[in-house]
């Protein structure tokens, strides 16, 4: 018996490969979602920011003055530090947004008198923390490259997702232990997720082990 086989001719095209899309967030926008999925709806999708705030300057201008007085061997007065920092950042942000559009906390207080506020109160914290550091045993740890671990730089992947972000601080106690360390200047953590990120991200990049982190609340 003969099996007549026909040949069937179809014109082919080739197909791109899809690329799998990986989200980048920040370990505060998976916070924001785990809190609140509809503000961060609102914050991130829709791009409804929040209006700037003197409170917000104060906590920038706090990191960066902390960074810059490290970075230049402790030998800078860190409360200059930071009302140098807080003024230009107030400035820069005056320029983009008039006062009257600000966001002010706490009932009656007018916008001038919070500026003036936190400018004032976040000098004295910085010079705090700073008295801090000198009369401690701890030391800033290095990294590979020989710099010190401050604001350190990640992006790593994380369940499909590219966590992205920037460590405050890592410092080596003097029994030799690492601890990963975030600097606050608002509201207090409620867990301790977002060290717990930093600490799998300088793992990845940088094989350290840490199994210790910390908040440091500037306020308390």
Not at 49 to 69: L, N
Not at 152 to 174: H, L, M, N, S
Request: net charge neutral; with cysteine; glycine share 6%.
């Amino acid at each position: 018996m003969s099996v007549d086989v026909i040949e069937e001719t179809q014109e082919t095209q080739e197909v791109e490969p899809v690329k799998a899309y990986k989200y980048k967030r920040s370990a505060s926008q998976v916070k924001s979602f785990r809190r609140c999925q509809e503000m961060f709806r609102l914050e991130r999708i829709e791009r409804h920011k929040s209006p700037p705030s003197a409170a917000a300057i104060a906590g920038s201008a706090f990191h960066e003055a902390y960074r810059t007085w490290e970075t230049s061997g402790r030998l800078l007065r860190p409360s200059a530090l930071f009302v140098n920092t807080y003024n230009r950042l107030l400035e820069e942000e005056k320029a983009v947004t008039p006062l009257c559009d600000w966001k002010v906390w706490g009932r009656g207080t007018k916008v001038i008198e919070d500026i003036d506020k936190r400018r004032e109160s976040g000098a004295k914290q910085l010079d705090v923390y700073a008295n801090r550091c000198r009369s401690g045993t701890s030391t800033i740890l290095r990294l590979p490259n020989g710099e010190l671990a401050l604001e350190v730089p990640f992006e790593v992947e994380i369940g499909g997702t590219v966590v992205r972000g920037a460590v405050d601080k890592v410092y080596v106690t003097q029994e030799g232990t690492n601890v990963v360390r975030d600097l606050k200047t608002g509201v207090r953590e409620h867990s301790a997720f977002q060290l717990g990120v930093y600490s799998f991200a300088l793992n990845t990049l940088y094989d350290l082990k840490i199994w210790w982190g910390d908040y440091y609340y500037d306020k308390d």
